[in-house]
């Protein structure tokens, strides 16, 4: 479907927004992301942040060049449609196996880097994800482990411009525990995907490991109703609500329709009245 016919059909559940994924648009023309954010608007809609995939980590330095490039025209993508205070999702790049631990964490960091004075002059919010893989790559994320991610994050000075974008079921995918990493970046997290993945029953981790090497994501690796998953949900809203976390909690669901999406929001709006009283939580 379109975006617009997604943002048509989202009008039934009960969301504050509506988070763009940079594969959605077909233009990256004024005009039409202007249509995109009125379209937005006028359903009711938020549009909290813009997911993008850059390739940090590319062996070829032009190919990086060409990510940093790209990352700043959806600086810019992401302020057009949600405005200042947008979070603006940034990744590593892929586990090249080329590409050493050290060398990667320095084109990573230098990647970010580049992009930070751009985010800071539209007053756009950077969000690193422990993320597992993009649909259009063939290596999964670098940064994906617990302990690269977090030398990855060192490695970022703190600012009010960026920060964490955390995701538990990417770290349950990456053989890590996903409260063990939010107790570690608590402090740093500017945004939320609240989502259960699951293996296909009688999959190992070895064999998703084994999938690496192919575009996308494998079939092996399934998305499920938010709150049915491996995720201890109460665990992690303690936490947040331990730092008083105030940003936006997008659901990654509704792979099998629209109903499970709205079950996910459903569980997800009990938990933020549960550990988030205040009239003002999203």
């Known amino acids: 479907m379109s975006v617009f016919d997604w943002i048509e059909q989202a009008k039934q559940l009960d969301a504050d927004g509506l988070e763009m994924y940079e594969g959605f648009f077909t233009s990256l023309e004024t005009s039409y992301l202007d249509e995109v954010a009125a379209a937005i608007r006028d359903a009711g809609f938020a549009m909290p942040m ?77 969000g690193l994800e422990n993320h597992y893989k993009d649909g259009y790559w063939k290596y999964a994320e670098f940064a994906q482990k617990m302990d690269v991610f977090l030398d990855l994050l060192a ?62 994501y494998t079939q092996l690796l399934k998305h499920g109703v938010t709150g049915r998953g491996m995720n201890d949900y109460d665990a992690i809203f303690r936490i947040l609500a331990g730092v008083k976390y105030r940003g936006w909690i997008s659901i990654e669901d509704g792979m099998n329709g629209m109903e499970e999406m709205a079950e996910s929001l459903r569980f997800l709006r009990a938990k933020v009245s549960q550990y988030f009283p205040s009239p003002n939580s999203r």
């Open 50 to 126: 813009l997911c993008c995939s850059p390739d940090f980590t590319h062996p070829d330095q032009a190919r990086r060049q060409s990510a940093v490039e790209h990352q700043l025209k959806m600086i810019r993508v992401a302020h057009r449609l949600g405005g200042a205070g947008t979070v603006c999702r940034v990744l590593s790049g892929q586990r090249w196996p080329e590409v050493s631990r050290d060398v990667g964490l320095r084109w990573s960091s230098e990647g970010i880097l580049a992009c930070l004075p751009l985010a800071k002059e539209l007053d756009i919010v950077l």
């Open 155 to 216: 490695l970022i000075p703190a600012s009010r411009h960026f920060g964490v974008q955390y995701d538990p079921s990417n770290a349950v995918v990456a053989g890590d525990d996903p409260v063990e990493l939010l107790k570690q970046v608590a402090d740093r997290v500017v945004s939320m995907h609240a989502s259960d993945r699951y293996l296909v029953p009688g999959t190992t981790m070895e064999q998703l490991k084994a999938a690496e090497g192919s575009q996308g």
